[in-house]
């Protein structure tokens, strides 16, 4: 707290403990030298009083009239004479002080003998009754006494006094032990000097660097506050302490390693793995900018679209690797082709390119789209096979063709299908091309209403086991019943959704009611899977998996219960980008399913590389197998297939009991279809399933062909 008051920066943090320490050294060493000092002033004193008490005792008995052994001496001159003449010898001991007492009254008091009786006799009356008994008691030998008393040291001498009355007198010495080295003053000041300088220049040094590790901590702490506003900048090096700029260089390892890593992800978000161009979403973004730039700078740019044909007989043929190869060969084709460095080409689905004109009008652009298609003409040499591809291209020109990159890409596409149904070569788009473009976009905003206003609804068909004839779930199949138009079909309004985008925001929605109905049924004690399907769009989100998880867990559902269905198609706008989510999805413990198996172009060897857990037959095989041979057979492939693989099998378009015959003869995991139930709205689903009793089809006969493909 007290700290935190004073506010003292870190260099003065750093030289309040270095200070004290110096401090505290200065007195440990001036304590043990005055100690020293100390004892060499006592033993200085005693040295001046013996000497003064040689004197006295010289003085007292001229040289040759010294008294015999065991005789005190005898005073033979008056006490203050003898007190006057100590003085005058002792002049060159200034610390010793002298005085005579004799014994004059008759109580036996001692009483100084010269003018200066005040000074003495306070003295005198300071010593303890011991201190004045050894101070006046004569020694047999005549010797004298030392003793110290009061911080001074004392010596007497007890000497005759025949002419006196008491006939006794008292030499009394003493010295107060005092500073008399002059090299202990030197030594002293020294020491002063030397603890202030040392601290002044541990101070001056430890302010440099605190003062140094503060600006870097500093720089440091800005460099942090840009990092957090996603500026990451060049991290400044502090010149401090090592540590310091140890800490600075790993930051700026961190920072490269950043950037390093910002760049990878750039690159996986908006480049293509497969040919390494710009992918749909990079390719909108760059339109989004080239629209703005052409509608300020007033001037037309253009968008054209390429369908490359052939390659779904390429990939059921050859086989995906040998596909993949392909579209890397045209890629580098096209972009070969290209005659401007600023025209950009990008891959916006499993077969499409487009290129991108920042400059260009109807002319310029529609013969860029032919010299394209031209680079088309001569085959591609693959394995050792010579394979010739044809080509459509649809043209869109903005700012006039759309007021977004999605509109200017939408009708450049709508350009490009017209091209392949008439059989053209190069279309440009023209509003004709669209008559419902009115009500496509009233659609649109019916469609968003819908879902706030609660007009969509789930409707679930079940889904039986056919070797024990329990229920094991359902599917869901979203339903719209729109308050003026009625029930509209999903074949309306879902590839209307795909088109726009909006299948993202329908898919979600599907799932969540899913989740709601699954926990509806786990209250009610029935443990069963739901299905939801989801869309090509649905698969080029990267973050499907985590919204997915996410609806799941506010729902309390375990994602083992859930079924997600995608059709082969789905698949191969973007093998690469799909297997990967298809894979975070398995990992977080989704059932996938292939659904409507058995019309699409995936090879077998992409479907083992998938992480799926069960095919689901079209149903086009399964409405006919009872009458159909080849359909029966095509269903048997499709079911030893899945099973070779570990994988279960679906049937859906179950309508007889002698399709349910033929099903459970070639050991069909599970059925659904109208011969079982159509689809329901959710809330019928629980009594359905508690009312559920399976037909029976022992009776049902089959001709011998049918029999022998069991």
């Known amino acids: 707290m007290l700290l935190k008051r004073l506010a003292l920066p870190l260099p003065g943090l750093l030289i309040l403990p270095i200070l004290a320490l110096a401090l505290a050294l200065s007195g440990l060493v001036w304590g043990v ?46 006490p203050a004479a003898l007190q006057a003449g100590l003085r005058q010898a002792l002049q060159w001991m200034p610390n010793v002080q002298v005085a005579v007492l004799t014994q004059e009254r008759v109580d036996g008091a001692w009483q100084p003998s010269t003018g200066e009786a005040p000074a003495w006799t306070h003295a005198y009356e300071a010593l303890s009754l011991l201190e004045r008994k050894a101070l006046t008691a004569p020694t047999p030998d005549g010797s004298p006494t030392e003793f110290d008393a009061n911080g001074q040291v004392h010596a007497s001498l007890s000497v005759a006094t025949p002419d006196a009355p008491g ?97 990878d992800i750039r690159q996986t978000a908006f480049r293509d793995t497969l040919t390494h161009l710009p992918n749909r979403a990079y390719f909108q973004v760059r339109l989004d900018q080239q629209i703005s730039e052409a509608r300020q700078g007033k001037h037309s740019g253009a968008l054209v679209t390429l369908d490359i044909q052939r390659f779904k007989h390429v990939n059921a043929v050859l086989g995906q690797a040998s596909g993949d190869t392909l579209l890397r060969k045209v890629a580098l084709r096209l972009s070969a082709t290209l005659p401007d460095a600023n025209h950009l080409l990008g891959r916006i689905g499993g077969n499409q390119f487009a290129c991108l004109i920042p400059r260009a009008d109807k002319v310029s652009a529609t013969q860029l789209a032919k010299g394209l298609l031209r680079s088309m003409d001569n085959p591609f040499e693959l394995d050792g096979q010579s394979i010739d591809l044809m080509a459509q291209a ?153 919204h997915l998880h996410a609806i799941l867990t506010r729902h309390q559902v375990p994602a083992g219960a859930m079924v997600l269905e995608i059709t082969e198609g789905a698949t191969m706008d973007d093998p690469a980008h799909a297997e990967h989510i298809l894979t975070r999805l398995s990992e977080l413990g989704f059932l996938l399913s292939i659904d409507d198996f058995g019309t699409g172009y995936s090879s077998l060897a992409y479907l083992k590389t998938l992480p799926v857990h069960e095919l689901k ?94």
């Not at 001046?48 to 040289?63: K, N, S, T, W, Y």
């Not at 040759?64 to 005789?71: E, F, H, L, V």
């Not at 979203?478 to 985008?501: C, M, N, S, Y």
């Open 167 to 263: 006939g006794r007198a008292v030499v009394w010495l003493r010295a107060e032990p005092n500073v008399t080295d002059p090299g202990w003053a030197r030594a002293r000041w020294q020491l002063m000097l030397g603890a202030l300088v040392g601290c002044v220049l541990a101070g001056g040094l430890l302010w440099q660097q605190g003062w140094r590790l503060r600006q870097g901590m500093r720089d440091l702490s800005g460099w942090t506050h840009r990092a957090t506003q996603e500026e990451w900048p060049e991290v400044p090096v502090p010149s401090g302490p090592t540590e310091l700029r140890l800490l600075g260089l790993r930051m700026r390892e961190l920072t490269n390693y950043r950037h390093h890593r910002e760049d």
């Open 33 to 78: 030298l005055r100690h020293q000092q100390a004892g060499a002033d006592q033993r200085h004193a005693r040295e001046e009083l013996r000497q003064g008490m040689q004197v006295a005792r010289v003085m007292l008995h001229p040289i040759g009239q010294q008294p015999t052994q065991g005789q005190a001496p005898a005073l033979r001159v008056p």
């Open 617 to 710: 037959i079209d149903k086009s095989f399964v409405l006919n197998m009872q009458s159909d041979l080849n359909d029966a057979k095509i269903v048997r492939s499709i079911i030893d297939l899945a099973h070779n693989l570990g994988m279960s099998v679906v049937a859906e378009g179950l309508e007889s009991a002698k399709s349910w015959k033929l099903l459970e003869g070639l050991h069909c995991n599970e059925a659904q279809g109208f011969f079982i139930s159509p689809p329901m709205p959710a809330g019928e689903f629980v009594d359905w399933v508690r009312d559920w009793q399976a037909p029976s089809v022992q009776d049902e006969y089959l001709n011998t062909d049918f029999t022998n493909i069991l």
């Open 394 to 546: 649809g043209v869109a020109l903005f700012p006039e063709d759309g007021r977004n990159a999605n509109e200017v890409l939408s009708h450049a596409e709508m350009a490009m299908n017209v091209a392949r149904q008439k059989m053209a070569r190069v279309m440009v788009y023209s509003p004709d091309m669209d008559p419902d473009q009115a009500a496509s976009l009233s659609l649109l905003t019916e469609l968003k209403q819908a879902v706030n206003r609660h007009e969509l609804q789930l409707h679930l068909q079940p889904k039986i086991c056919l070797s024990t004839n329990a229920v094991l779930g359902a599917e869901a199949l979203i339903r719209w019943q729109h308050p003026e138009k009625g029930l509209i079909p999903p074949d309306v309004f879902i590839p209307f959704a795909e088109q726009t985008g909006f299948i993202r925001v329908l898919s979600l929605w599907v799932v969540d009611q899913a989740a709601t109905i699954w926990r509806q049924w786990h209250d009610a004690g029935l443990n069963l899977k739901i299905a939801v399907n989801l869309s090509a769009h649905d698969l080029m989100d990267r973050d499907l998996p985590q």
